[in-house]
């Protein structure tokens, strides 16, 4: 009899284990798929973030649901898989907590297996990602081009509260003329010396340069100051000092080297702050070349302001703000400019330039701020406006994801 008793309680534990190690293996097939479509969710939403910062840069200050920003983030996110189908966004999950910044938040219900067994058909998974633009600090070249173009050009000073911009003769009537550390007078204003401090300076971090609307604080090539449609002379067919007309020689002298930097951009990383070396002599042949076969890379691209009433260059072959006729420039202050013949000047800004022109002896276009394709990414500015990349005037920007905040 007790032999009996013992053999029916060790078959009632037996199943009360075997039940216990079906459920727990229930729970796991359920707790593991629910972490599975969690992750593919997370590289969806981490993939639109990044989409939708870099739209973001293609078409400032539009945050529509027409924008560049949210068509990309939705699109990026529709490349993914979450469980057996592509994920579908909506534009409300798609938030703008500050300028620059973008948020994608998701929830979806994922299915169980075992746990319907106790009612639980659906359990919500939620998933966020945060992502920003930062203007960059360097720009490097790469299969896709993109790299540093071999022009140069001197950036603005300030006359007092006034700026002298780059093609100062062009623009200004009275012309001011070169930079004078001397007393003078120009457009009525008296002052014992110009003066110049980049955008690029330390002092400046954090703050919001495109705010300003002279010079008073800051001078350099600022947005959207600067982005305003006027046409900029990038090489000068009356150079600044004999023998440098704005040509640049990366890690390479003489003309075929420069021509095919027009067209594909050096290769190397070029910083603010590195020194480079001028290519002395006019070089008209190579430049008409280089120019003609860079435009014929997208010969219907053209600039129009968009939605938001800010500049951007459209074209048939390639998406909005994303033509291979915009490229990055090394840009010089008044202090560290080229001298005679061969010689060097240090970088102290990187502009963006729609190229549209050149007669050989001059090259022209406009200034644009675009993303950069292989930009290093520099400091994030803390007080900024839409109205620039990454705020802190600068033209060039590239993205990255950042943790997320809630505003």
């Not at 202050?333 to 102290?348: I, K, L, M, N, W």
């Amino acid at each position: 009899m007790r032999k009996t008793r013992q053999r029916g309680t060790v078959i009632a534990l037996v199943a009360i284990g075997t039940v216990c190690l079906l459920g727990a293996a229930a729970l796991a097939v359920d707790v593991g798929y629910f972490y599975h479509v969690q992750s593919q969710m997370q590289n969806a939403v981490d993939a639109a973030a990044l989409a939708g910062a870099q739209g973001m840069i293609a078409d400032p200050g539009n945050t529509s649901e027409s924008g560049r920003a949210k068509q990309l983030a939705i699109a990026a996110a529709a490349q993914n898989r979450v469980g057996d189908r592509s994920v579908t966004l909506a534009p409300a999950e798609i938030t703008f907590p500050r300028p620059h910044v973008i948020r994608v938040a998701m929830t979806r219900p994922i299915r169980t297996f075992f746990g319907r067994i106790l009612g639980v058909k659906f359990v919500n998974a939620r998933v966020h990602a945060t992502s920003i633009v930062v203007p960059v600090s360097g720009v490097a070249g790469g299969p896709q081009g993109g790299g540093m173009r071999p022009w140069s050009i001197l950036d603005q000073f300030g006359h007092g509260a006034l700026c002298v911009p780059p093609n100062d003769a062009e623009v200004n009537i009275k012309p001011h003329g070169p930079f004078k550390s001397t007393p003078h007078t120009w457009n009525g204003v008296t002052v014992a010396s110009d003066h110049y401090v980049s955008p690029y300076d330390g002092q400046f971090d954090g703050q919001d340069l495109s705010r300003e609307t002279d010079c008073a604080r800051v001078t350099g090539l600022i947005v959207p100051r600067d982005v305003t449609g006027t046409v900029i002379r990038l090489k000068n067919g009356h150079p600044r000092v004999p023998g440098n007309f704005g040509l640049v020689a990366f890690a390479g002298r003489g003309a075929n080297n420069y021509r095919h930097w027009i067209v594909n951009g050096y290769d190397g990383l070029v910083q603010v702050g590195d020194t480079l070396e001028t290519e002395p002599g006019n070089k008209t042949g190579p430049t008409v070349q280089g120019v003609e076969a860079l435009i014929a890379l997208d010969p219907d691209a053209r600039m129009v302001k968009n939605a938001a009433g800010q500049w951007v260059v459209i074209s048939s072959r390639y998406p909005l703000n994303e033509s291979p006729r915009i490229v990055p420039i090394p840009v010089y202050s008044v202090f560290t400019a080229p001298d005679h013949g061969r010689t060097t000047f240090q970088v102290t800004n990187i502009a963006s330039f729609f190229v549209e022109g050149s007669s050989g002896h001059e090259v022209w276009g406009r200034f644009v701020q675009s993303r950069a394709r292989n930009g290093q990414a520099g400091t994030i500015i803390e007080r900024e406006s839409g109205q620039s990349v990454g705020g802190g005037g600068r033209y060039l920007g590239t993205v990255r994801l950042i943790e997320d905040e809630q505003h």
